[in-house]
């Protein structure tokens, strides 16, 4: 996948080891997230989430990327392909520098990534959402995302029409 079609508005790019403390000084701000979401992000812990893959996946499904404004991260997401079915793409993970927050930027980046993710024929886009977190949950909804069931988390996708 072209990395630079997921969004017109920000440049986009994998993320790696040397990103490891612009990441974590982005997710360290947003509590909120963690108060539902434990335990606290740590530097080991994203280098974990980088690495990790759902059941029978490939890291060539694998994009652990980050949306930049000139050279400051403004979003980072985990985005599996073809997963749990060829027509669906995951989002394990999205989140938004919180000092972009609450001003549409979240919103206009998962509308430019569905929008890329439908040209390339994915039907849907599913996630999970930590139960009791308003800010993801009403955040999910506000963006179309309906629920389609609930285990650990609440299950949540949009049909890309």
């Not at 017109?8 to 108060?35: C, G, H, P, Q, W």
């Not at 930049?68 to 997401?77: G, R």
């Not at 929008?115 to 179309?144: E, H, I, M």
């Amino acid at each position: 996948m072209d990395l630079h079609l997921l969004s017109k508005s920000y440049t986009v790019r994998k993320l790696d080891e040397a990103d490891v403390d612009a990441i974590f000084e982005l997710m360290r701000k947003n509590e909120i997230f963690y108060k539902y979401h434990p335990p606290f992000v740590t530097k080991e812990s994203i280098l974990e989430d980088m690495k990790a893959l759902p059941p029978q996946k490939s890291y060539e499904d694998k994009y652990y990327i980050g949306f930049f404004e000139d050279k400051a991260l403004v979003a980072n997401m985990d985005l599996i392909l073809s997963y749990p079915t060829e027509q669906i793409a995951f989002i394990g993970f999205f989140m938004t520098d919180v000092q972009y927050q609450n001003k549409g930027i979240g919103s206009k980046i998962i509308r430019e990534v569905c929008a890329c993710l439908k040209s390339l024929g994915y039907t849907k886009v599913r996630l999970g959402v930590d139960k009791g977190n308003p800010q993801s949950y009403a955040f999910w909804l506000k963006n179309q995302f309906s629920v389609i069931g609930e285990n650990d988390y609440i299950l949540m996708e949009l049909q890309l029409l």
